[in-house]
């Protein structure tokens, strides 16, 4: 289809000069009017660029460039070894160690395109298999990933939760536990006490009866009362005594 919008001669407008093109070469990527056309077809370096009526060319088509990018000169060999159209600049400079350079016309003329092109089709669509084949695996793997991910965390959920369960019960019994072994030695404890303080009790008295019955009786009476007063003193001491004994045995077993 061609240009709706018309293109200009190229090297009319680098004089400032606005003409139509007529031809378009894709090797100068430009349009020519027929007079530069003319001038364009009559010189050696421009003779075999490729051209096509304005009419029939289609801008959208990038031209393919028969100049070497590096040093503008004319692609006219080929190196074998890089597989890779050359300049005679290249040659001397690049290629200078390489064998078997060939005309570059030769290798086209020899080349069949429409293999070529349907070789390199193949092999494009192989690697776009690849890599299409590729990316769903990478994308399972993505998604299998997630799925374990939160397979995982719904686990350690789960652990916790039973972990903070039993910890729960665990506490109670353990509370429980402590709570009788208080309960039973605030008991014993508090029996102990009640017991002492009778004790004290009992001493009170004895100090009371020495210091008020002895001094105003017999010395017989004061012989027997303080007999007596002996004997309960004694009662007194192994009991305190026994006390002191308990405690020892405590002292030991907790260390």
Known sequence: MASSKPIPCGPCQEGKVKTKADIWCYNCDEGLCSTCSGHHKRSNGTRDHKTIDIKS?????????TECNKHGQQLNLYCPSHLMPCCDECISTSHSKCTEIKSLA??????KIDQSKQSLEKQINSINHFLEKLVTNKSKNITRGEREYESIQDFVVKIRKEMNSHLTRLEKKLCNEAETILNEEKSKATDL???IEEKQKNLKKMQDHLHTVIPHTSKLQSFLGLHQIEQQVHQCQRYVDDLKMMRGQKNLTSK
């Not at 060319?57 to 460039?65: F, G, N, T």
């Not at 030769?106 to 080349?111: I, L, N, Q, S």
């Open 57 to 65: 060319y289609k801008p959208s088509i990038q031209a393919i460039k």
């Open 106 to 111: 030769g290798v086209v003329e020899k080349t």
């Open 193 to 195: 006490i009640t017991e």
